[in-house]
């Protein structure tokens, strides 16, 4: 029997629709219904919806354009905020804090529970043992409506801790360290566990929670702690400091009964159940890759400039005398009370040079006031706060993300530090030389129950084809960005037509296709060209999502791939092999024919049911049911003859049609959805009443 790993444990609680007695296990495509869903300003002024269905599965916070006083951001405040009135969603207005800090702060990220976030550092909540993953704007709509989205649970790597961290060294260089030292994408679309209890044990809950969010930069999906004392004793601490604040919480309800008062996530009662009940990975069970880092080898680090992958160690850096003209210490990793606690015994005493802007900000109120209760915040407020770095200048952050143009100019020089640190040693740090690193890497053997995996034919859903058949075009690059797809400047217009969508072909793609924005348009415009099906090695996670959420079907194979790139030149941006495909879903097959003179089998992961029933809404929604062994076009017929082409898609996304035209029993059909739309995940109940019979034989 298979051992699950802890990720998968956490899963299983919350995996939807499975058959009895069925394990999840990496590689799956399943159905959740996370504890909580949380968006904030930048997407939940463009989500509607006339019901939600599990108003208490939703938090709403205002958090990422606070400073725009405009009239037309106030009235967007209080739209989001009269609309969480009517949904009754707890609802967090713009002066509260960072989403991810209220939700840690409020128990929305609770260990244990599966937590999800229209946000990509939704990864924090693994900080405290909660399983944070991000989501895209129409996985929240389809939680909205249903309650349910869905997730490919990915590989799943152990990051084991050995030793014990010196004295001065934070959460934030151990990540600084981990995205410096292993700078090659070996945890890029996985998820880690952390491991090494002993050493673990010297890792305040404040540096796991920064550690989890900047597995975000690191290329991962998620980032769990483990669950021990310090985790408990944190929570126990949170009980009695939410009963001092209990009044200013407006999503509380409280009774004027005689009855003590009891926060509806952190309690006693839940914190005692979590510390009887712990959920542990399996003895043997399944990692795709172990990486390890000896913690006594790990001393201040620096990271950029301008990149998360390149990291040097503070006395190093220190050599180079490098001037600094602006810092800011703010955001959801680094500014919480121990941040500033820590950057104001730095301070303290002492004032910023006059060539040096300071800028500061709480991760949340509450931190703010616990600051300012300490004396904590005032120290630093005296060493003075303004804008953001110019041309030429370089800067130093606190922060999670170091890119290019992120600290203002795109010719200002970023660098990402610890709270507590021209860039120089600390006075109450060492100034010996730092040792190296040592760490080390272990890719782990397949995981033969992943390689074995099948699905019965009795698995595919009515309507979905057991068998796609067509050409195959390469698109050999590696890191295709979605502005290479589709034009950025085309974005945001609504009425671009779906013939000048219609550039070019896409079947099979490098390595990290589609990286870049979260633009839709990137996987519409490709169905536009009548491509209803994609392989590469992998995918940008966010471009995957978009592409399965608008019944663009993405498998995984990077065999394939790379037999393609040793069998042809290169030298062409797409290439048409004239080489026949085959899909086998029930089998998890690619059969490519004559490639190399010989027949090849790749495997590749089956498909869920919520992936294939997205696929069949799409088709019931937009046309007749197809038989179950579709014919793909070929390139030259899907330009030059679309009136032929088998598999004819719309460029629109499928998120911006109107769900409630279809009121089939077992199709979504009380959501109605503004601006961005929903393709329900549960969308397909009875496909048969769907325009006549749809039974395919």
Known sequence: ERKQNLIEKIVQKYAQDLSPGQKVKSGDFVTIQPEHVMTHDNTAASIGAQKIKFPKQCVFTLDHDVQNKSEKNLAKYASIEEFSKLQNVDFYPAGRGIGHQVLIEEGYAFPYTMTVASDSHSNMYGGIGCLGTPIVRTDAAAIWATGKTWWQIPPVANVEFKGQLQNGVTGKDIIITLCGMFNNDEVLNCAIEFTGDESIRGIGLEDRLAIANMTTEWGALAGVFPVDEITIQWLRNRVDKLELSKFENKNLKLTSSDRPFEHPRINHSRIDYIEKNPIQPSPGAYYA?????????????????????????????????????????????????????????????????????????????????????????????????????????????????????????????????????????????????????????????????????????????????????????????????????????????????????????????????????????????????????????????????????????????????????????????????????????????????????????????????????IWV??????????????????????????????????????SNMIINKVTTEGLVSNVFIDEVGLLANEAVGRLSDVGGNAKIS
């Open 289 to 613: 890759k172990h990486l390890t880092l000896d913690l006594s080898t790990v001393s201040p680090y620096i990271s950029g400039p301008n990149s998360v992958k390149v990291s040097t160690s503070l006395a190093e850096l220190e050599k180079k005398n490098i001037a600094i003209h602006k810092a800011y210490l703010v955001s959801c990793v680094n500014s919480r009370a121990g941040d500033l606690k820590a950057a104001a015994h730095v301070i303290k005493g002492k004032k910023v040079a006059d060539s040096v802007e300071f800028y500061i900000a709480a991760a949340s109120s509450e931190v703010q006031k616990d600051a300012e209760a300490s004396g904590d915040w005032q120290t630093l407020v005296n060493a003075g706060a303004r804008t953001l770095p110019a041309d030429g200048e370089v800067g130093i952050s606190a922060t999670n993300r170091n890119f290019k143009g992120r600290m203002g100019s795109p010719n200002a020089l970023a660098y990402l530090a610890s709270p507590a640190g021209k860039i120089a040693n600390p006075a109450y740090l060492s100034t010996s030389s730092p040792p190296t690193p040592k760490i080390s890497y272990t890719l782990n053997p397949p995981d033969e129950y992943i390689e074995n995996s099948t699905i019965s034919n009795d698995s595919i859903v009515p309507g979905f084809p057991d068998t796609i058949k067509g050409q195959l075009l390469f698109c050999p690059a590696d890191n295709l960005n979605t502005d290479g797809i589709y034009p950025g400047k085309y974005t945001y217009v609504d009425d671009f037509p779906v013939e000048k969508m219609a550039k070019g072909d896409i079947l099979v793609g490098g390595f990290n296709f589609g990286t870049g924005s979260s633009r839709e348009q990137a996987a519409t415009a490709i169905k536009a060209c009548g491509v209803s099906l994609l392989i590469a090695g992998t995918y940008s996670q966010t471009f995957k999502r978009n592409s399965i959420n608008n019944a663009l079907i993405c498998l995984e194979s990077p065999e394939l791939v790379e037999l393609l790139k040793s069998s042809y030149k290169l030298d062409e941006k797409t290439i048409c092999t004239h080489l026949d495909v085959e899909i086998k879903f029930a089998e998890g097959k690619v059969l490519v024919k004559g490639l190399n003179g010989v027949d090849n089998e790749f495997r590749v992961g089956v498909l869920g049911r919520s992936v294939q029933e």
């Open 617 to 654: 809404a799409e088709i019931a929604l937009s046309g007749p049911v197809k038989p179950r062994t579709i014919e793909l076009a070929s390139n030259s017929l899907l330009r030059n003859n679309n009136k032929n082409a088998l598999l004819m898609a719309n460029a629109v996304p499928i």
